[in-house]
């Protein structure tokens, strides 16, 4: 019998040209999408409407609408919920960061996208990044337009969502938001227009990268606690602490807030004026709050800049904690998540500025 010797350059020529004419499958990425709902999976009964209803399309046929993303990873979708993400509840939250959890050591997912609704995104982001132990890509994404719409926006944003969960230069980064082009923090990213396909900005720490027709580009890293190093962990968890936003303007009543503490709230978040704060008689309350052993966290109704501690008002003296860089609907999913134990004042105030 004749054996035939080859050179280790031809086989590498070999190789290589196997692998770029295809003879040699190479490996995809695996991209796990967990569906919720929102305006991304939302039909209209024209494609020039105002009005339709979120939550109308399943996960398969979303990714069949981008046949283009199946050359990016391979794909598997989950259907979790199918709601407008106004209907977003811990529960669903819970079963989304289960199910990462669940898959974290799993060699059948290397990144996970998230479809969603953008109205309660940065809520579902921001627990999702406290609370999920993995270094894989998480990447949530909605769309502004209905899939029914003219120049709908939800294809293109799924495509860009799976790029960066198929993209390993994301691992790592916490919980990521795809939407137009932009990458952002889930710490940092908060909605700004109600209707414009433009919505999220990131606008106290910047953004993390863009990405144009699944080309990414990753500029910046969050420097927030998150994932791993995350003290969270929702594991078993089933139920969570009450924790209310009351909304604080001119001429404020106090009495919401004694209103909420009688309701069972462990935690009272207020979007305050200015730097964190509100007027004297609802100051008052806070204290009466504080003294009852209820948390009460000073954010911001203004939509940049951070609330500095004992600034205009006392938190030292009336047990308040001052939320820095958090707006109010994050601030209530982090102490919610952080009375899941009990935690002293000083603890919890040096949480708002890590996390
Ligand atoms: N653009 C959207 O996704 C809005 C929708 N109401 C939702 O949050 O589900």
Same mark, same amino acid.
């Given at each position: ?65 981008? &046949?283009?993303?199946?050359? #990016?990873?391979?794909?598997?979708? /989950?259907?979790? +919920?199918? *709601? ?6 811990? %529960?669903?939250?819970?079963? *989304?960061?289960?199910?990462?959890? %669940? ?19 940065? =809520? ?10 993995? /270094?894989?890509?998480?990447?949530? *994404?909605?769309?502004?337009? &209905? ?20 993209? &390993? ?8 938001? *795809? ?5 952002? +923090? ?6 700004? @227009? ?7 900005? @990131? ?11 699944? !080309? ?17 962990? !929702? ?18 009543? &106090?009495?919401?807030?004694?209103? @909420? ?7 009272? !978040? ?28 000073? @954010? ?11 600034? =205009?008002?006392?938190?030292? /003296?009336?047990?308040?904690?001052? +939320? ?22 000083? =603890? #919890?105030?040096?949480?708002? #500025? /890590?996390?």
């Amino acid at each position: 019998m004749k054996v035939y010797t080859i050179s280790y350059k031809k086989l590498f020529l070999i190789i290589l040209l196997s692998l770029s004419t295809g003879i040699i499958a190479q490996t995809k990425p695996k991209v796990l999408i967990l569906a919720t709902g929102g305006t991304i999976a939302g039909s209209a009964a024209s494609g020039v409407q105002s009005g339709y209803t979120s939550g109308q399309v399943t996960i398969d046929a979303m990714v069949n609408a981008v &046949p283009d993303a199946m050359k #990016l990873a391979d794909i598997k979708g /989950e259907q979790i +919920s199918n *709601v407008g993400s106004q209907d977003m509840s811990f %529960e669903i939250m819970l079963k *989304v960061a289960n199910r990462i959890n %669940e898959l974290a050591g799993s060699k059948d997912v290397d990144g996970f996208v998230i479809t969603h609704g953008t109205d309660t995104m940065e =809520e579902t982001a921001y627990f999702l990044n406290l609370v999920v132990k993995t /270094e894989k890509p998480v990447v949530l *994404v909605g769309s502004m337009r &209905p899939s029914t719409a003219i120049s709908a926006d939800g294809p293109l944003n799924l495509y860009n969502a799976i790029a960066v969960a198929a993209d &390993p230069k994301a691992k790592a980064h916490g919980v990521l938001l *795809v939407m137009n082009d932009w990458i952002h +923090s889930a710490q940092s990213l908060t909605k700004v @227009s109600t209707t414009a396909v433009q919505t999220f900005m @990131s606008p106290i720490r910047g953004l993390i990268g863009t990405t144009s027709y699944g !080309v990414n580009d990753f500029y910046h890293y969050p420097d927030q606690k998150f994932g791993k190093s995350s003290e969270f962990d !929702v594991k078993g968890v089933t139920t969570f602490p009450r924790v209310d936003i009351i909304y604080a303007d001119a001429d404020m009543k &106090p009495d919401l807030i004694d209103a @909420s503490i009688e309701k069972g709230a462990k935690g009272i !978040v207020i979007a305050g004026v200015g730097n964190g704060n509100m007027n004297k008689a609802s100051l008052d309350a806070c204290a009466r709050a504080s003294k009852k052993g209820i948390i009460v966290v000073r @954010s911001t109704r203004v939509a940049t800049g951070i609330v500095g501690r004992n600034v =205009e008002c006392n938190d030292d /003296e009336l047990g308040l904690i001052a +939320s820095y860089g958090l707006n109010p609907q994050k601030s209530r999913i982090l102490l919610t998540v952080a009375l899941l134990k009990q935690r002293k004042l000083d =603890e #919890l105030q040096k949480i708002f #500025l /890590e996390y």
